[in-house]
């Protein structure tokens, strides 16, 4: 679901199969839920396909959909006090410098947009609609931050790298490796061309009680060989304030 359409039928896919359930009525099988979103069958079965797989949709044996454990997970989630705050955060960062603001968390080989504010001028192609892929982000890579190399390995053990992301994304785990060595090193997240030509990212991981609980990054259109300061030191503020709420709870 990398596109806007899928992401935005497949959360009325997920809303109407939660809704059915909250009401207390016998839940909907594809057909039904094709029939009541308007949404064309072929593309209800792929999509809850997809939301299966994530666990954000389950499955009986009668074909009866219903929300998976990582819909009530994200429904918690979403109730924290520092991930309310990152909304205005956002907000401010997108606005007062021009860029796209996102904040996403972890699963597995990917990143969740969780959040996202666009500035004057942005450009639609920095926000990756709701999944992405964790290594060619900035977002993503500042949520791998704590890995280890092998843990990094094991996590994208799995992943086939060509054919995804922009024309500087690494092709192998061993270069995500060295391009978070890089980072680390330099205390910030930098992803030029990565996720897509043209595009530059910066990115921080925003820690809780128990480790990185999401990254909060800013993407926009690459001008010049680096980041402003300005841009980083706003960045790390609000990155600061988030952690500070995660990190009381």
Same mark, same amino acid.
């Given at each position: 679901?990398?596109?806007?359409?899928?992401?935005?039928?497949?959360?009325?896919?997920?809303?109407?199969?939660? @809704?059915?359930?909250?009401?207390?009525?016998?839940?909907?099988?594809?057909?039904?839920?094709?029939?009541?979103?308007?949404?064309?069958?072929?593309?209800?079965?792929?999509?809850?396909?997809?939301?299966?797989?994530?666990? +954000?949709?389950?499955?009986?044996?009668?074909?009866?959909?219903?929300?998976?454990?990582?819909? +009530?997970?994200?429904?918690?989630?979403?109730?924290?006090?520092?991930?309310?705050?990152?909304?205005?955060?956002?907000?401010?960062?997108?606005?007062?410098?021009?860029?796209?603001?996102?904040?996403?968390?972890?699963?597995?080989?990917?990143?969740?947009?969780?959040?996202?504010?666009?500035?004057?001028?942005?450009?639609?192609?920095?926000?990756?609609?709701?999944?992405?892929?964790?290594?060619?982000?900035?977002?993503?890579?500042?949520?791998?931050? !704590?890995?280890?190399?092998? @843990?990094?390995?094991?996590?994208?053990?799995?992943?086939? +790298?060509?054919?995804?992301?922009?024309?500087?994304?690494?092709?192998?785990?061993?270069?995500?490796?060295?391009?978070?060595?890089?980072?680390?090193?330099?205390?910030?997240?930098?992803?030029?061309? @990565?996720?897509?030509?043209?595009?530059?990212?910066?990115?921080?991981?925003?820690?809780?009680?128990?480790?990185?609980?999401?990254?909060?990054?800013?993407?926009?259109?690459?001008?010049?060989?680096?980041?402003?300061?300005?841009?980083?030191?706003?960045?790390? @503020?609000?990155? !600061?304030?988030?952690?500070?709420?995660?990190?009381?709870?």
């Amino acid at each position: 679901m990398s596109a806007p359409s899928s992401l935005s039928q497949g959360l009325t896919l997920l809303e109407s199969a939660a @809704e059915r359930e909250r009401s207390g009525r016998a839940g909907h099988n594809a057909s039904r839920l094709a029939e009541t979103t308007g949404i064309e069958r072929s593309r209800v079965s792929r999509l809850t396909a997809e939301l299966r797989a994530l666990r +954000f949709l389950d499955r009986d044996e009668a074909g009866v959909l219903s929300a998976g454990d990582a819909y +009530f997970r994200t429904a918690r989630a979403l109730d924290q006090p520092w991930l309310r705050a990152a909304r205005q955060e956002l907000r401010i960062l997108a606005s007062t410098l021009r860029m796209t603001a996102l904040l996403a968390a972890a699963d597995g080989p990917r990143a969740l947009l969780l959040r996202s504010a666009a500035g004057a001028g942005s450009t639609d192609v920095a926000v990756p609609y709701g999944i992405a892929p964790i290594w060619c982000t900035a977002a993503g890579r500042a949520l791998l931050w !704590d890995d280890s190399r092998s @843990e990094l390995e094991e996590r994208l053990r799995e992943v086939q +790298f060509v054919g995804i992301g922009g024309p500087a994304a690494a092709r192998t785990a061993g270069q995500v490796h060295d391009l978070m060595e890089r980072d680390r090193a330099d205390g910030l997240i930098v992803a030029s061309d @990565e996720y897509a030509e043209g595009v530059a990212e910066i990115a921080l991981p925003i820690r809780g009680r128990d480790g990185i609980v999401a990254s909060i990054a800013l993407s926009g259109a690459r001008h010049g060989r680096g980041p402003v300061r300005a841009a980083r030191v706003a960045l790390a @503020e609000a990155r !600061d304030r988030l952690s500070a709420l995660a990190t009381a709870q």
